[in-house]
């Protein structure tokens, strides 16, 4: 009689099979950590290579899956702007009087303020108010004949190059004003001569030469002198001092005319006359 030989089961190869199969089954539907879990299993009860190889890859898939729905459950952070946004970017302010004026400023990551490196602090100032929503500028009266400018820095705390210039425009505090010690000079040498006039101006503007005034009128026989090509003939014309060369009368009758001199929008007249030549 024949002896029939059954082949022998590997029930721990059939026990990692179903446990695999039960794996894959909770990962499709995104039980990924008790998906983890059988294929660990799955690995003990089934040492083969293939069998490792096939599992650990269903892991890191689990894996990876996990993360990316863990990181969509998280709220997303809101996404905070950096721009600095003024009301205006330029402010006029008398120089006469105290100013104080209020810029609104947007800036919803935050903002600070600087005043730009060159700016004279004694007339410009500032002050944050409400919590950042808005900016005081202050100004001081100013004692110039002249306009002045300063400029106040706005810059987002999120991001530093992100800068808003606010320029700030302060008018003159006083007239210019502008007036001579001799306002008529009688009796000039016909024969020609040189005059001095004294120049008392109260102005902060200043030119080339030094001075702060010039002259706009003068009759063709008048010569101003004392600049560096005449320094010949005059060589210490102080910057208050107006010397002019009266060139010889050629006519037998007096003349006269007059020398205008002015310093922004102030002026004087100087009113000669010489007498008749020979």
């Known amino acids: 009689m ?51 190889k096939k599992c650990q890859a269903m892991i890191d898939k689990c894996k990876k899956a996990a993360k990316a729905k863990k990181s969509e ?25 105290a100013s104080a004026e209020v810029i609104s400023v947007t800036a919803p990551g935050g903002w600070r303020a600087e005043m730009e490196h060159d700016v004279d602090k004694s007339w410009l100032s500032f002050e944050v108010k409400d919590e950042g929503k808005f900016l005081i500028v202050k100004t001081t009266p100013s ?30 505090g006083r007239n210019a004003s502008i007036s001579v010690n001799r306002e008529e000079i009688k009796k000039i ?31 063709a026989w008048v010569k101003p002198l004392g600049t560096k090509k005449e320094k010949k003939t005059r060589v210490n014309v102080a910057k208050n001092e107006l010397s002019m060369e009266i060139a010889p009368n050629p006519t037998k009758e007096e003349r006269s005319g007059y020398v205008t001199l002015r310093s922004q929008d102030a002026e004087c007249i100087v009113k000669l006359v010489q007498r008749k030549g020979k």
């Open 2 to 52: 024949a002896l029939l030989l059954t082949p022998a089961v590997n029930t721990y190869a059939q026990s990692a099979a179903s446990k695999y199969d039960e794996g894959v089954t909770l990962y499709n539907k995104g039980n990924y950590q008790g998906a983890i879990k059988l294929f660990n299993e799955a690995m003990i009860l089934n040492k083969s290579a293939a069998n490792k």
């Open 73 to 97: 459950a998280q709220p997303k952070k809101p996404v905070v702007s950096d721009k600095v946004e003024l009301e205006r970017e330029s402010l006029y302010v008398n120089g006469f009087t």
């Open 143 to 172: 004692k110039l004949t002249i306009t002045r400018t300063g400029t106040i820095l706005i810059i987002s705390e999120l991001n530093s190059r992100e800068v808003k210039r606010l320029e700030i425009t302060q008018g003159k």
């Open 189 to 219: 040498n016909g024969k020609g001569d040189e005059v001095l006039v004294t120049v008392n101006c109260q102005s902060d503007t200043l030119l080339a030469d030094g001075r702060n005034w010039y002259i706009t009128k003068a009759p």
